[in-house]
């Protein structure tokens, strides 16, 4: 564990005031009266939002506070997916089961794949991790693994219905489910930042070296934040193909870890709840494109991403904070 040696390590590595949580309890309130106003569909990109909400969690665990970069959690994202699909369709396990077990399966994968993955650094890592967003696809068509993963047919899931006879449709109760989750899953990342682990990995990030001279043991940290990472974004995968109620190899293409990576960057590298910002980019912004001009939707996709960058360099999170810095007075000393 790392422990802050100086008064200004201190007072950057303390977790946030507790005057937050009123915010947080309203906005979750808020979440959840969603499911009573909100009906088919707009419920199912809720849903959406909020598991890739959780994906973009994981990726700024590894990238943002541990300063790994991935071009390749795409591949956790299909592997949560499939879990759940295949425990689910093949082995008549419960669907709450599944998300549990697609995490745990992600951990093992992403510590197994970020272990060797230690001698590798910066655009070298990031090309390893593309290397597995680009074959995990084409390992879920093989055709000896068809019997699990149905090949390019893929699984068919049927969304789970209300339990104990509560007066709620399919798409509500498991937005309601997919909130729930999102909640500990937002709750054990934010305790993570802020215990001594989360000190280790921002120390890792911001100085590899000076780390390891405090007592940082870097290899197990930077493993077992790509594991971390890998089971947050398998949760997120797993929620998803509960809610689309399909999953095939063709749905986790490399756009997909680009994407991921372009959610982290416009909510705010490093930040917790720029996640929930990111999430709503990536669900809603390429659909608003396509309805702009579909002979162009890519096009009018990055263009809006530029202004993003050019409006917002550290993302809607940084943005909010020098707004509310700007409204309170505070300077960035008292921040």
Not at 62 to 88: C, M, P, R
Not at 280 to 297: G, N
Request: with cysteine.
């Amino acid at each position: 564990m790392l422990q802050a040696t100086t008064p200004s390590l201190a007072l950057a590595t303390r977790p946030r005031a507790s005057s937050a949580v009123p915010w947080v309890l309203a906005l979750i309130v808020a979440a959840a009266a969603l499911a009573f106003f909100a009906k088919g569909y707009i419920l199912f990109q809720a849903t959406m939002v909020l598991s890739y909400a959780i994906a973009l969690v994981g990726l700024n665990l590894l990238t943002g506070y541990n300063g790994q970069i991935s071009l390749g959690h795409g591949a956790f994202f299909a592997i949560g997916a499939y879990t759940v699909g295949i425990l689910v369709d093949r082995a008549d396990v419960p669907y709450w089961a599944g998300v549990p077990a697609a995490a745990l399966v992600c951990l093992v994968v992403g510590y197994v794949f970020g272990r060797p993955a230690l001698k590798l650094q910066g655009l070298y890592l990031a090309l390893a991790t593309f290397a597995l967003g680009v074959v995990t696809p084409q390992l879920l068509k093989y055709k000896h693994l068809e019997p699990l993963t149905g090949g390019v047919g893929g699984i068919v899931l049927m969304k789970p219905e209300a339990p104990f006879g509560l007066p709620l449709t399919a798409d509500q109760w498991f937005y309601l489910y997919a909130l729930a989750v999102t909640v500990v899953m937002f709750w054990i990342a934010h305790n993570l930042i802020a215990s001594g682990t989360g000190r280790a990995m921002r120390a890792i990030r911001d100085q590899e070296i000076a780390a390891e001279s405090m007592g940082v043991d870097n290899s197990h940290y930077k493993s077992m934040t790509f594991g971390v990472s890998a089971a947050f974004t398998g949760v997120g995968g797993a929620l998803s193909a509960l809610a689309v109620q399909f999953v095939s190899p063709d749905s986790f293409t490399m756009f997909l870890s680009i994407s991921l990576l372009v959610g982290v960057v416009v909510g705010g590298v490093g930040t917790l709840w720029g996640a929930l910002f990111g999430a709503i980019f990536i669900m809603f912004v390429p659909s608003l494109a396509e309805t702009v001009t579909k002979d162009a939707a890519w096009g009018v996709y990055g263009v809006v991403l530029i202004l993003f960058m050019f409006v917002m360099p550290g993302g809607v999170m940084t943005l909010l904070s020098k707004l509310r810095d700007r409204f309170t007075g505070k300077t960035g000393a008292d921040a």
